[in-house]
């Protein structure tokens, strides 16, 4: 690899799309100025000590230096909390890192596990970084561009000033077409970046204002610089230490951030980016801005992955670490021994915990009325009161769910406005687990089972089973 370090990225990669839809109704933690939760606010409801947990641990991340902290959301299903990590990402805006996966994933990807959790983690760790560029500010006097006949290579002079100076720069092809590109023209204020040739157009400037009369009120007036033509600026730009690894990985390069297809990447190239990116905070160039890894469904990591995770936190740069469970008291997976939340005792013993609880009636309803605005969806009074109650005897999920069924449903009768009977025959369409566990134990002959043993005809006058030592017919 070589020395130098690349820390340019043009667009960033898209994680955790799927979690959008079942929350997007929410726009942050619906805090006041003092953190405290709002009733109802940024399409959050109740859950009031959850949330406000959840604040002050936004406003550590926020205060920034703190990192390695491990943080666990538990609570029974469908009590919001994936809906508090969204919020809580969308609090912490752009400028963090925050990386949301399931615990799933780690098993599904093409990467071995502890790859996918290392990518994980450094896609949560944000490096702010501060460069030098010389730039080129100045108003343009004149653009002058000689058109060979053979029409291929092109040849210009620009002349560009100051209130102090003024001089003429050969351009090349590459600059004309982005001058054209930008449609720059005598009297704009230009931006050059000279390593990149990167063109902004500043404004019009000032002196010029009287000629262009005709111009639409968008038209901004800049002066002209004063000084040297030629300045250095500082400029600031903020990656993720993923995106550093891949574009520094020989084999992978700059594509794989937008195929997603990034492969393993060596430690080497790691051990270097790390470094590298010290030296620089050494020397004031860069920051480190620890973000967040969200992972959802946490119990379906296994005790390799719980290890690496806690090897991680010690990590010089380590994320804030929140996991969600709806786990109580269960087997680890890959061990065969008990503990709260599934999680081993070590890793338990670092995590500060927050709980989720049930939510009331009134809660319920709040929250599937905003469901329904957010999908445009209208519904009578009494159909939202059986919802309600359906919510409140199943799950919010499952309710949240059956409102859109039920649009379809009422659509399908041409109609814009849910109402009672179109809930009722979507609740008799789809199941909610309930039934549907009532369902299997009355109907558990005709599936297969573990041992993939399945009956077929009615009363099981024709068997079938999975192994073949077994085979029997009557
Ligand atoms: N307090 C809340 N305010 C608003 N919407 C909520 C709240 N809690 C849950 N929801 C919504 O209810 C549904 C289920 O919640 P979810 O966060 O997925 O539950 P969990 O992750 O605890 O299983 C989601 O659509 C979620 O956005
Ligand atoms: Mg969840």
Redesign the pocket.
Known sequence: MATTISTNVESKDLNGVSLIA??S??TGL?LDENLKPKE?GQ?????LKA?KAAGVILKMIQAGKIAGRAVL?A????????????GLAQNLGSEVPFTAIAGSEIFSLDLSKTESLTQAFRKSIGIRIKEETEIIEGEVVEIQIDRSITGGHKQGKLTIKTTDMETIYELGNKMIESLTKEKILAGDIVSIDKSSGKITKLGKSFTRARDYDAMGPDTKFVQCPEGELQKRKEVVHTVSLHEIDVINSRQQGFLALFSGDTGEIRSEVRDQINTKVAEWKEEGKADIIPGVLFI?EVHMLDIECFSFINRALEDDFAPIVIM?T?RGMSTTRGTNYKSPHGLPFDLLDRSIIIH?TG?NAE?IK??LS??AQEEEIELTGDALALLTKIGQET???YA?NLLSVSQQIALKRRSNTVELGDIKRGYMLFLDSDRSVQYLEENKTQYIDNEGKVVIGTNGSFKKTGAADSMETD
Not at 43 to 47: A, R
Not at 75 to 86: E, F, L, M, Y
């Open positions: 079942a929350h109704h929410i619906g109802s399409g959050m409801v109740g859950q949330r959301i609570g029974p299903p469908s009590t919001g909390k994936t809906a508090i990590a969204t959802d969600a709806n989720t939510y809660e709040t929250i905003i469901r799950s919010l999920r949240s």
